[in-house]
């Protein structure tokens, strides 16, 4: 079993993890700010701890070196790369580890990989030794060939609730609770991006959130859409979430009061009732994208049904 201690919520990636406690290549799906590099640097960890267990020690001197970012036997892979400059790198992976037991490869971005780097990667993944795990990174896997996804274990990082987000962040920064709820607000339910806000960064979706409701107070349609209309569909799945879950934290936040100015401007002309029944429209929405839908359609329709509220 893997130690979670670092991962918050998730629930379902931590029991496909139990039940496949050891897999040569993995691929972590998920936004910014989702967690997925905490959930890679724990699998590292994990093959590369000295221990042998799957519950990284945080003590010997392969932790400490991974830490250090000064391990060996933990190697990342450019997306960009030439086809020639990945086959000289997969030719070392048969060669065994300096260090330790394992030897652990990270592409990020691997959504960014060209079709010939996929196909160049695809040989090694389908015949990789013993001692080597690879981790794929990327926000969609829809720019990756089946072939490859596949090969690996797909891990799809989700929202995090505010009942588990609210104490992780409360222990990190304390005495900062009117933040903290703004934050949340702002997150889409991603503990990265609530900590990009109380760093002073207003994250891209939060931003994209208000636009939507400054355009939903302004009556424009096509801004709505323009908004909703993603070119992909996993893209679309999280802006409708993040939206979902920012009008939620509209009302979470008002009533204890808490919200930032522009969102209490928008629950004082909307008003309460509006903004339940907006919520239901996205919860609706929230559940039709667990179906492969028609995203340009799809976008008309949630418009028009909030426009009718």
């Known amino acids: 079993m893997f130690d979670f201690s670092l991962l918050i919520g998730n629930d379902h990636i931590k029991k496909i993890l139990n039940v496949n406690a050891s897999f040569h290549s993995y691929l972590i799906e998920g936004e910014d700010g989702s967690g997925k590099h905490t959930l890679m640097h724990l699998i590292a960890m994990a093959n590369l701890c000295e221990s042998a267990q799957t519950v990284p020690c945080f003590s010997c001197s392969a932790c400490k070196k991974f830490e250090a970012d000064a391990h060996l036997d933990f190697k990342k892979i450019p997306s960009d790369l030439k086809v020639e400059a990945l086959r000289d790198i997969l030719s070392e992976v048969s060669v065994y580890p300096s260090e330790g037991r394992k030897k652990v490869y990270v592409i990020e971005d691997a959504d960014a990989l060209s079709v010939k780097n996929q196909n160049t990667l695809l040989k090694t993944l389908e015949e990789p030794p013993e001692f080597v795990v690879f981790i794929l990174l990327c926000k969609s896997r829809k720019s990756l060939l089946q072939t490859v996804i596949s090969r690996c274990l797909v891990l799809t990082m989700a929202p995090v609730v505010p009942e588990k987000m609210m104490p992780y962040l409360q222990k990190k920064y304390p005495n900062r609770d009117a933040e903290l709820k703004q934050a949340v607000a702002a997150s889409g339910g991603y503990i990265g991006q609530a900590e990009q806000f109380l760093q002073g960064k207003e994250t891209e979706l939060f931003v994209q959130c208000r636009a939507f409701a400054s ?95």
């Open 215 to 309: 355009a939903y107070l302004e009556r424009d349609q096509m801004k709505m859409m323009d908004l909703l209309n993603k070119k992909e569909r996993t893209a679309f799945v999280a802006f409708v979430k993040g939206l979902d879950f920012y009008f939620k934290q509209i009302l979470s936040s008002s009533a204890h009061g808490a919200a930032a100015d522009a969102e209490q401007r928008f629950l004082d002309q909307v008003g309460i009732k509006t903004l339940c029944r907006i919520c239901s429209v996205l919860d609706t929405c929230v559940d039709k994208t667990q179906y492969h839908v028609n995203i340009p359609l799809w976008s008309v329709c949630t418009v028009k049904d909030l426009m009718n509220l």
